[in-house]
């Protein structure tokens, strides 16, 4: 059974700085891409980052870009997101994802609220 596990949220003030982790079980983690997606309320669900099966292909959202870095453990089964220089609009609920043949695996999600 598939399990993502995500933890690290919190609450921020603006300029401040998160690190969000993801504990995946479930399946061979170390053959596949993972992703980070961010959901603020009233708004779609959003990709915020993704990472290759071995973490050499790496993308962001624009709104992301030089703020934060997704990386990975694969012997520790486990995607990081870190957060630098949070924005109010960086609010949201974060949650990891994988794609396994067609299907998509979410994790519950961590709450992530910058403000003063």
């Known amino acids: 059974q598939v399990q993502l596990v995500e933890s690290g949220g919190g609450l921020v003030q603006p300029g401040g700085s998160l690190r969000l982790s993801c504990a995946a079980s479930g399946f061979t983690f170390k053959n596949y891409p993972m992703s980070w997606y961010r959901q603020a309320p009233g708004r779609e669900r959003e990709l915020v980052a993704s990472?290759?099966?071995?973490?050499?292909?790496?993308n962001y959202v624009d709104s992301v870009k030089g703020r934060f870095t997704i990386s990975r453990d694969n012997s520790k089964n486990t995607v990081y997101l870190q957060m630098n220089s949070l924005k109010p609009e960086d609010t949201a609920v974060y949650y990891c994802?994988?794609?396994?043949?067609?299907?998509?695996?979410w994790g519950q999600g961590t709450q992530v609220t910058v403000s003063s």
């Open positions: 990472i290759s099966s071995a973490g050499g292909t790496i």
């Open positions: 994802r994988v794609q396994r043949a067609g299907i998509l695996n």
